[in-house]
């Protein structure tokens, strides 16, 4: 079942009680056979409180249920998810779980998720210790992905996390430390402006993508270290004020290059693009290259001339 505005047929304006009640009615009739339970309350009128949220779940929740998203509307107090209701039967059938503006207190009495391979966290209440609850009763998590979770301030993976091959973290302002023993986790992306590299144990990786300001000198300097295996780099950036520098480091497995540059003009002159070069003499194994830079107020010359 995907209840959303369109699937339930709800014109536009129309308030939330009408959305909640006929959702109790399709509930009523397939209570105990679901495998997915998908509701996208976000930007629905007429927020009731959670009454209704704990009663879908609780029908929803059975075992055999395989995916779970449940996006909400962001309020003053975000719903507290009932981590009560993954009971064993659940928890050995649950895939998918993908939660938005919720509040997400697991204990260390939650038991293990054994079918859990993706985890989304998109602007959810968790700290670090519950995060770990979770993620430690998760072992055969292949995807993670929290964004804008402001009270995790460190993100620690197990070696037991054998089959984890992804990881996003975006806008997770307090994140200072991220350490992954993950075997074959091959696959980051970061945005923001907390990222330390020297702190960033990832030396498997080798899908990289980077959104932060000030980014090219740190990701030239240091990266063809830190994940001597990468073999594709994407790097978005804005606002950078030092030029690429001519290093002797190589990327010797990097296939796949691509740099995205916001830039506004700046006091100390143009940005020279030209310094980029340092990225295709440090990888003797590019076979791509995709550059897109916009700049305000950009004076165009030929790249043939000089």
Sequence with gaps: LLFTKDTIGLKR???????????????RNHSGCLKTFNIDYYGTRGFTGTSYFDRWLQIALKPGIEELTLVLSE????????CSLLSAGVRNSLRYLRLQFCALHPTV???????????????VSITWNELECLIFN???????????????ECLKLPCALQRLSALSVL?????????????????????????????????PIKELELQQTNLIRDARAKLPSLMPNIETLAIQSSREVVDAPMLPTKFLYLKHLTI???????????YDYFSLVS?????????????????????HESIFVD
């Design 138 to 152: 998760s072992l055969t998590l292949e995807l993670l992905d929290l964004i804008s979770c402001p009270e995790i």
């Design 13 to 27: 304006g129309a308030c939330g009680e009408n959305f909640d009640d006929k959702i109790d009615r399709i509930l």
């Design 109 to 123: 009495e939650l038991g293990p998720l054994r079918s859990l391979k993706s985890l989304y966290l998109w602007r």
């Design 279 to 299: 990225f295709l003499d440090a990888s003797p194994s590019l076979e791509t290259l995709t550059l897109d830079v916009t700049q305000r107020r950009m004076v």
């Design 75 to 82: 309020t003053k107090r975000k719903y507290n998810f009932p």
């Design 171 to 203: 806008a997770c302002e307090r994140l200072k430390v991220i350490e992954s023993k993950a075997p074959n986790l091959s696959g980051l992306y970061l945005c923001g402006n907390w990222l330390d590299f020297s702190l960033v144990e990832t030396l």
């Design 260 to 270: 995205v540059l916001r830039l506004e003009p700046n006091g100390s002159g143009a």
